[in-house]
């Protein structure tokens, strides 16, 4: 099912293609990321309103270039090149392309020469943009007019109003274009002539209709884990297909505190949802015993899961549907634009289980960023507490002790968090973080308490900000906030006797110390 309105984005693997898409929504006109290589028929059927063609990595001229259908820039479908997306208009249509242009990143200046449409309402103003790109146009096609230049690149947007196809050689998605967003609106409603209206009801909407028409009569099965993406997705399904969704919730025994109690609590003494709780963390921590490598852990746990999954959900019987939270920062984390490629961590922890049981699976959020799910979240009217919350990786705290896992490290660790949390949501600092939560390390140092001397573990605090977990930066919380929860964790739990702050981004860290 497609909205009336839709702009199609086509992926020519930019780390950030799907942002693109993300921006369109923000406007209020939907929009989804397809392969780069989508047949002109296929467009014909979906019939979007406008086209805008990613950035990537190649270059037009490389052997295996990822080119669209050439159909496609003559459907009369408005389009919009971005970096690359500029150079495959310039290389279909016969512009001139130089790979050995001087290559450019980072923030450039430029020139607007013409503000009647992409630019509309920059008053010939110079605008700020981000570029990052190594081969550059250096002739228009015949019918284009250049509407922008830099220094470095002298035909940096292009336009050719009568078949309403434009350029950039910029990125107007990403924040380091402060302009950008008016570029897009300006190409979605000005050129495109979407009219807008796309809130988390529409979402809503589409998506409940898409999991009725996927599932029919037939159960959906959920593991509900408490975090945002299962919690929405589970109260989301239920809205759709009613008391044909059963969920399990796992406790792993890597949960925070009180959290298990929680998420029974919430969903099913108070929403009636069928929900097995299944307590498996004597079995998850006895696979554990002696496991130290990150990686090895995340196998481990996704492994037991499988296992107690999987027993737990055969007593069911004949469900077809497996549900899953994934976001799109999930599936690039994972895949590449042209199949699976290099994983920088093992995020699927329930990967291998479709496979295994024979599962059809539901994603129904695997375009949308985690705060497109908490806007659907607030509109279903979840309560604040869960739809805010942090994200909780998988493998919960078994990624957040350093070393081996034992019970008593688990205990001290829940205690730490508890405090730490606990103080940031008394400062107000809570909503206003991506992600915080401590480490243990498995380092213990020298301390002195009463007369005496100590010799116990060092506990580290992580808070950081960040738009979708891909990138973050080290979140300065005040020193006097840092103080009180290091004087309560040293007084009140015992086994730790030093507590210190993460200052590191990602990259070159991971938000995770695991
Ligand atoms: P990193 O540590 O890779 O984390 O910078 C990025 C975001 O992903 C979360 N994360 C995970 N989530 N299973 C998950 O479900 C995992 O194995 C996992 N590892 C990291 C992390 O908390 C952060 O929000």
Partial sequence: MHPAELILVLDFGAQYSQLIARRIRDLGVYSELRAFNI?????????????????????????????????????????????????????????????GARREYGRAEVVIRNDEDLFAGFDGKPATVWMSHGDALTRAPSGFESIASSDNSPICAVRDA???????????EVVHTPRGNEILRNFAFTICGCRGGWDPGSIIRMKTEEIRAAVGEEKVLCAL???????????????????????????????RMRESEQIVELYRDRYHFNLKYVDASGEFLEHLRGVTDPERKRK????????????????????????????????????SFRGPSHTIKT????????????????EPFRELFKDEVRAIGRELRLPAHFVMRHPFP??????????????????????????????????????????????????????????????????A??????????????????????????????????????????????????????
């Fill in 225 to 255: 884990s408490g975090g945002v993406d299962s919690s929405v997705l589970a109260v989301l399904l239920h809205e759709a297909i009613g008391d044909r969704l059963h969920c399990i919730h796992i406790n792993n025994g890597l949960m």
């Fill in 394 to 459: 998988g493998p919960g705290l078994a990624v957040r002790i350093v070393g081996e896992i034992t019970r008593e490290g688990l205990e001290v660790l829940r205690q730490v968090d508890e405090i730490f949390i606990g103080e940031i949501r008394k400062a107000g600092w809570y909503e206003q973080l991506w992600q915080a939560f401590a480490v243990l390390l498995p380092v213990k140092s020298v301390g002195v308490m009463g007369d005496k001397r100590t010799y116990e573990s060092v506990a």
């Fill in 300 to 335: 481990v746990i996704g492994k037991t899961f499988i296992d107690v999954f999987e027993r737990e959900a055969s007593d069911l019987g004949g469900v077809r549907y497996l549900a899953q939270g994934t976001l799109y920062p999930d599936v690039i984390e994972s895949t």
């Fill in 39 to 99: 047949g002109a028929d296929e467009v014909k059927k979906i019939a979007p309103r406008g086209i805008i063609l990613s950035g990537g990595p190649s270059s037009v001229y490389d052997a295996d270039a990822p080119l669209p259908d050439p159909e496609i820039l003559g459907l009369g479908i408005p389009v919009l090149g971005i970096c690359y997306g500029l150079q495959v208009i310039a290389h279909q249509l016969g512009g001139a392309v130089d790979p």
């Fill in 461 to 514: 605090l992580r808070a950081v900000h960040s738009t979708d977990g891909m990138t973050a930066d080290w979140a300065p919380l005040p020193a006097d906030l840092l103080s009180v929860v290091s004087g309560r964790i040293v007084n009140e739990v015992r086994g730790v006797n030093r507590v210190v702050y993460d200052i590191s981004s990602k990259p070159p860290s991971t938000i995770e110390w695991e």
């Fill in 347 to 362: 995020h699927h922890n329930v990967g291998g289980l479709p496979e295994r049981m024979n599962f059809t699976l539901i």
């Fill in 162 to 172: 009568a078949r309403k196809i434009y350029g950039v050689q910029f990125h107007p």
